[in-house]
């Protein structure tokens, strides 16, 4: 008997490990090493520009700026400032989105309300808000963080919106046959369900609240990476709008690769290409 079992135990063994292997689907350092040659490849094409006499400054100046800026403070009082500002209105937006979107996904009623709000307010740009804010909020914080909201609510509460009505309606049908309540429908099905795009919509809400925060640091601004470049063009300095610049890819990208690892963690159960 045991020399049948020890077979079928060592095959259900490998068949985790390869079921293990298919999920990871390629070497992991490949990809870094891929990053690696695309960063080096922008570096060198950004440096071929500024030889050839295109008016960028080469990436020399631009770190000889950074290096300045970071040694007098001013580069991370900005990217702080800037930071809290994106974060605020990102948390709040997210935080609106999420029951929002369930909310016009699960109710016909609500749907029909909200909608038409949510459409009419996305057809118009974070800059045209900036006007609005202002009379209605002043100039304090209050208004760029409202701007920035705004961008990142409208584009996670359509994807959650979205993740909810596209569960598959045979799952509910056969929670329901199995005696569960709407509420545990809600909290077993749908939501699991809605969770990558739930994650999906808040990568996209991150990208448009740092799309908008130069916009939203023109509201009489004295501080933030989106005010020192402003600033920096009435003097034609080039090299510290590349810092500004550099410094917005970088954070926007380190907090989408959070992200990522999030939305990898809670949508394991999803089959990956």
Known sequence: MAVIIEPAAHTGRDNRLASSQTRRG????????????????????????????????QPTEVVSRAGDLLADGTLENDILVSLGRVLAGFVLGTAAAIPIGFLMGWYGVVRGLVEPWI???????????????????????????????LAAFLACVISTFQGVVSVDRTLI????????????????????ASTPFILVGMRVGLGSAWATLVAAELIAAQQGLGYRMQNAQLYYDLPTIFVGLISIGILGLLMDRVLLVAERRLTGWQERR
């Open 173 to 192: 049908n056969a929670a329901r046959v199995l005696g569960t309540r709407d509420a545990g429908i809600f909290a077993r099905v749908v939501v699991p």
């Open 119 to 149: 459409q009419f307010f996305r057809t118009i740009p974070p800059l045209a808000i900036i006007p609005l804010a202002i009379v209605l909020m002043g100039i304090d914080e209050a208004p760029k963080i409202f701007v920035i909201f």
């Open 26 to 57: 390629r070497p992991r350092g490949l990809p870094l090493a891929l990053n690696a040659v695309s960063i080096a490849l922008g570096i060198g094409v950004w440096w071929a520009l500024a030889a050839l006499g295109v008016k960028v400054p």
